[in-house]
């Protein structure tokens, strides 16, 4: 079975940094892009910043200069790292990837991470 396993949310002061990580297991045969998304209470789901196989990336004008998004492609892994935090990022983040498995191409979803950030 294919899943995305995120980990590294918590709970953290204003200010503070994180290290979010995603694991991609299961039969995979390729990774192409890669995202974290997240959903505040209330709001829509938005992109956060997404990695491409080789190493573009692209990020929202929220969390530039402050996030940063990388990928280990050995371990099928990617990372966000969040430094300057604010309650502002305050949310539920999802990781996001398409992946070539058994079926083809398919966009698969993690169960998301808790990121809390006190003022």
């Known amino acids: 079975q294919v899943q995305l396993v995120e980990s590294g949310g918590s709970l953290v002061q204003a200010g503070g940094s994180l290290r979010l990580s995603c694991v991609a297991s299961?039969?995979?045969?390729?990774?192409?892009?890669m995202a974290w998304y997240r959903q505040a209470p209330g709001k829509q789901r938005e992109l956060v910043a997404e990695i491409t196989s080789d190493g573009s990336t692209n990020y929202a004008d929220s969390v530039k200069g402050r996030f940063t998004i990388s990928r280990d492609n050995a371990k099928n892994t990617q990372y966000l790292q969040m430094n300057s935090l604010k309650p502002e990022d305050t949310a539920v983040y999802y990781c996001n990837a398409d992946m070539v498995t058994r079926p083809g191409l398919m966009n698969y979803w993690g169960q998301g991470t808790q990121v809390t950030v006190s003022s």
């Open positions: 299961g039969s995979i045969f390729r990774i192409d892009t």
